[in-house]
């Protein structure tokens, strides 16, 4: 939103920016964050687009605001990023199913996922004696 405002890596946009994360974003404060970018200066929407990239975001905000507890997640010690997600989508996904002439059917692959994610989880030892045990 900066960017669009004040221009890619200008000082006031990377300074505008630091400020919301701080006052608003990292402390959940959606109507605080939503007011603050309705206060900024109007800009014109990306071409091809309805909407200016502020008034997109608050959209964005408005729709995720009850999702935005950030500080109670943080309490219990939940990630509020993507970051790990994605890298385990990477790490389980990636690294065991993409390799070079691999090949796998709808079925294999989501088999093989569970495998993954039961052996980097340390579950397979305890899931492989639970098996015994039911058989």
Not at 87 to 96: F, H, I, K, M, N
């Amino acid at each position: 939103m900066a960017h669009a405002v004040w221009g890619d890596g200008s000082a006031k946009s990377k300074e505008w920016a630091e400020a919301m994360i701080e006052k608003h974003l990292a402390m959940g404060n959606a109507v605080g964050l939503i007011e603050a970018i309705s206060n900024l200066p109007k800009v014109l929407p990306p071409e091809g687009q309805s909407k200016s990239i502020p008034e997109q975001a608050i959209h964005l905000f408005q729709e995720n605001a009850e999702r935005m507890h950030y500080p109670e997640y943080r309490a219990r010690g939940m990630e509020i990023g993507s970051g790990a997600v994605e890298s385990a989508g990477r790490r389980v996904v990636g690294l065991r199913c993409k390799g070079p002439g691999m090949r796998w059917s709808e079925e294999g692959l989501t088999e093989i996922i569970n495998l993954r994610t039961r052996v980097l989880n340390d579950r397979y030892d305890a899931d492989l004696a639970d098996l015994r045990k039911a058989s």
